[in-house]
């Protein structure tokens, strides 16, 4: 059983820098990705990016492409996601996930409890 942790969420003001970690408890298969996904008040979750362990091709939302940067960090079993150029519209609960999934939801096996991020304008 693999348990996620997620950590670095806070409030920030438009334009400021976040930087979420998750941190895995055990070492996730190398052939799984790592995924950040986030949910806002009244919105479905929805995929922001991903990276595979092994390959570490990432993957980005259009709506995060370019102000985000998803990375990993192999010996410690954690994953992060730079958050840049912070907008009011990417306040949300923020889950990091490992599976197969990509951008599919359904696919990953593990889900953190989520940490939340707040963007004041």
């Known amino acids: 059983q693999v348990q996620l942790v997620e950590s670095g969420g806070g409030l920030v003001q438009t334009g400021d820098s976040l930087r979420l970690s998750c941190a895995a408890s055990a070492r996730t298969s190398r052939s799984y990705y790592m995924g950040w996904f986030r949910q806002a008040p009244g919105k479905e979750r929805e995929f922001v990016a991903a990276i595979h362990w092994s390959a570490s091709r990432t993957f980005y939302a259009d709506s995060v492409k370019g102000r985000f940067t998803i990375s990993k960090d192999n010996s410690k079993n954690t994953v992060y996601l730079q958050m840049s150029s912070l907008k009011p519209e990417d306040t949300a609960v923020y889950y990091c996930?490992?599976?197969?999934?990509?951008?599919?939801?359904?696919?990953?096996?593990?889900w953190g409890q989520g940490t939340q991020v707040t963007v004041s304008s």
């Open positions: 996930a490992a599976g197969g999934g990509v951008t599919v939801q359904a696919a990953y096996d593990y």
